[in-house]
């Protein structure tokens, strides 16, 4: 199937994907829209930047156009879940873009706003209702929202929403929807729990799989640089002065950090702006309006935004503290090289940090290119700190790294802390010599 009418949605529908600039489905709309269609539960699994809301969004409205039932007050017809604000409302504007010339009605609650305007415009029902799973519990308990009338229950970014520990929020809101509804699950990763999860709320799910877990963006060239952790902000400084027109992401690990660096940031020069958990929605909005619209060109975010911002024209993600957990560096990387573009992801790294870094290359199964500094002994409290967490999925691609994906980073890697002093010496790391746009 090459082509949006092939994939059996309704001419109406096909001129809104017109309308919207689609030209071909990508591989997860391929797949799961005509299963969708066809009324079955689906697992969908597929790295950020694939296109997911549109393959279950596309269809999910279709079949709603089908039926000529409206919601009651309070009510809703379809629930789709995301784990973050930013998501939900990315995906309720999406959304939004389709229904130009229909009669359905999509809302969206999320937290850090006034729960008054929210209850007020679900009092009339909606027919398509995103939302956080903490907002929404809010106004099932205030009893502002019914959920048995939904028929179809869609849980996007599922994994991060159990890594937020949303898992008995969306058990209750499960026991809540209809008992005969179609559900569709998709994640980026797929660890036990999220399997547990799909045994527990899909009926005989169709799994759909476009790339394997922890695989990292196709055009995203990954490199990496050894410092100390007080030499990271100069360095920063110097390399976002290099690329002036570039729109840039630089992810922290803590809220406090992130406004700290997006502070020193700004008294440099550099237009930045900061998008974390101590912003409002109002001034989370507004930053990520900013970048959009050229205001700022380097936002500076903790992973609460890894997810949720889908900004073209994003050339460099910057990790400038390494994830506590592995996989959010794929999603961290997965804000460039969207649409098909080239994208650079560079990673800062301390002596610190190396557990998190080995755990990284694990998950994604590559060797990430080493173009300044040298790797710095892992020491023992850092190994068991890190040991056997993160692993996932193989595969992935490395442009310009040199060395074919799959490879162990470290040695033979028994497990992910032994003989680490012996395996760098025997393996030294390939140094990358200059020519390249994001040298230091």
């Not at 980026?188 to 729990?193: D, G, L, N, Y």
């Not at 702006?273 to 900013?290: E, F, L, M, T």
């Not at 993600?317 to 080239?342: K, S």
């Not at 497990?415 to 010599?433: E, L, M």
Request: aromatic share 4%.
């Amino acid at each position: 199937m090459t082509d949006f009418q092939s994939l059996g949605l309704s001419d109406g529908l096909l001129s809104a994907v017109i309308d919207n600039g689609y030209d071909a489905p990508t591989p997860i709309q391929q797949k799961a829209i005509p299963l969708i269609l066809d009324g079955r539960d689906l697992m969908g699994l597929a790295q950020t930047g694939t296109g997911k809301t549109a393959a279950f969004g596309l269809p999910l409205i279709d079949r709603l156009l089908e039926d000529a039932e409206r919601a009651g007050p309070k009510g809703t017809r379809a629930l789709i879940l995301a784990p973050t604000r930013e998501l939900v409302n990315q995906i309720a504007k999406n959304l939004i873009s389709f229904l130009k010339h229909t009669p359905l009605r999509v809302a969206s609650v999320v937290g850090g706003v006034s729960i008054n305007g929210q209850i007020k415009r679900l009092s009339k029902g909606t027919d398509i209702l995103v939302a956080t799973p903490g907002r929404l519990l809010d106004l099932v308990d205030r009893k502002a929202v019914d959920l048995g009338t939904a028929s179809y229950l869609v849980l996007d970014e599922a994994d991060q929403m159990l890594d937020l520990g949303f898992i008995h929020a969306l058990r209750r809101i499960a026991g809540l929807v209809a008992d005969d509804r179609q559900t569709l699950l998709f994640s980026a990763t797929m660890p036990k729990q999220i399997n547990e999860l799909a045994r527990s709320y899909l009926r005989n799910p169709e799994r759909v799989e476009v790339s394997p877990a922890g695989r990292t963006a196709d055009k995203v060239t990954q490199s990496v640089h050894f410092m100390d952790q007080t030499e990271k902000g100069d360095f920063l400084l110097k390399k976002l002065k290099a690329e002036p027109d570039g729109l840039s992401l630089v992810f922290c690990r803590t809220k406090h950090g992130a406004e700290r660096l997006m502070r020193k940031l700004s008294q440099a020069g550099i237009a930045a702006g900061s998008i974390h958990g101590n912003k409002s929605q109002n001034q989370r909005d507004k930053a990520i309006r900013d970048l959009r619209e050229g205001a700022i060109n380097v936002l500076v975010a903790t992973d609460v935004a890894a997810r949720g911002i889908d900004i073209p024209g994003v050339s460099h993600v910057y990790n400038f503290e390494l994830p506590e957990v592995a996989e959010a560096y794929v999603h961290r990387i997965g804000r460039t090289a969207r649409a098909g573009a080239d994208g650079d992801a560079i990673a800062l790294c301390a002596p610190e940090e190396i557990g998190l870094f080995r755990q990284i290359e694990k998950l994604i199964g590559v060797d990430i290119e080493v173009v300044s500094g040298e790797i710095p002994p892992m020491s023992a409290a850092a190994g068991r700190a890190k040991r056997g967490g993160g692993g996932g999925g193989r595969g992935g691609n490395n442009r310009g790294s040199g060395r074919p994906g799959g490879k162990k980073p470290f040695g033979k890697q028994a497990s992910s802390g032994d003989n680490d002093n012996r395996s760098q010496a025997k393996r030294p790391r390939r140094r990358r010599q200059g020519g390249r746009r994001d040298a230091a």
